[in-house]
């Protein structure tokens, strides 16, 4: 089942600009990862936030956790067309099983 | 170092056979996860290998099943195909399985279709 949902599942934005997505989980987690996947291929991680962690920068992106809340953001700036993806948040509570959302597709237009 | 490979890439089978999918993890790697990907139900976890013992199942029938290798090498076979198993297979391996806060690398996947 999945632990919870992304928002807003399509975002269409213009190179330059910043795309924000957010997730939401239900349980407690040891850790939040958020992936990328071009066009139906793997998955590539983009970073990770531990539960003691409250924002993490890597490169354009930004992701911010609040557990209180049990949500995550993820932030691109200055996006370009090679972001156009879906991006997946994805908690681990324990070992190397991951519990993903639904996604948010992104498409950013030259 | 090469990265996650599954084989094969692409496979069509009848309702009523079986398959078995293979990945090869990462190097250095002793845990292997296996995901089902289909636009209705999205990313959901079938089972995670650890030193060749099935550490964590998903909520699939029996028929989905897997195994590992010494090599750490995984298969997964799914017996009995219904059309409901078309679907992105993904293998994932981390370095480390005892640690909790490392992240997943993912193989290209396996596109099965029913018919």
């Known amino acids: 089942s999945q632990q919870g949902e992304e928002d807003p599942q399509a975002l269409s934005i213009q190179e330059g600009e910043n795309a924000t997505m957010n997730c939401s989980y239900k349980t407690s987690i040891n850790n939040l990862q958020w992936y990328r996947q071009n066009s139906g291929r793997g998955l590539v991680h983009l970073i990770l936030?531990?539960?003691?962690?409250r924002e993490k920068h890597s490169g354009r992106l930004r992701v911010t956790l609040d557990t209180s809340k049990k949500s995550s953001s993820l932030l691109i700036t200055a996006s370009r067309a090679a972001d156009t993806a879906s991006y997946f948040c994805?908690?681990?509570?324990?070992?190397?099983?991951?519990?993903f959302g639904k996604g948010t597709m992104l498409l950013v237009s030259p | 170092k090469a990265g996650v490979t599954q084989t094969p890439r692409y496979l069509i089978k009848t309702r009523g056979q079986q398959v078995t999918l293979s990945c090869s993890p990462i190097s250095g790697h002793r845990s292997v996860s296996w995901y089902q990907q289909t636009p209705g139900q999205g990313l959901q976890f079938l089972f995670e290998y650890f030193s060749e013992t099935q550490r964590n199942k998903g909520n699939f029938p029996g028929r989905f099943s897997g195994r590992q290798f010494s090599n750490s090498r995984s298969e997964m076979n799914v017996s009995t195909l219904e059309l409901g198993d078309s679907a992105l297979y993904l293998c994932?391996?981390?370095?480390?399985?005892?640690?909790?806060?490392?992240?997943?690398?993912f193989g290209q996947g396996t596109r099965l279709t029913v018919v």
């Open positions: 994932a391996s981390s370095p480390v399985g005892q640690r909790v806060n490392t992240e997943a690398f």
């Open positions: 994805a908690t681990s509570s324990g070992y190397s099983t991951l519990t």
């Open positions: 936030i531990r539960s003691n962690e």
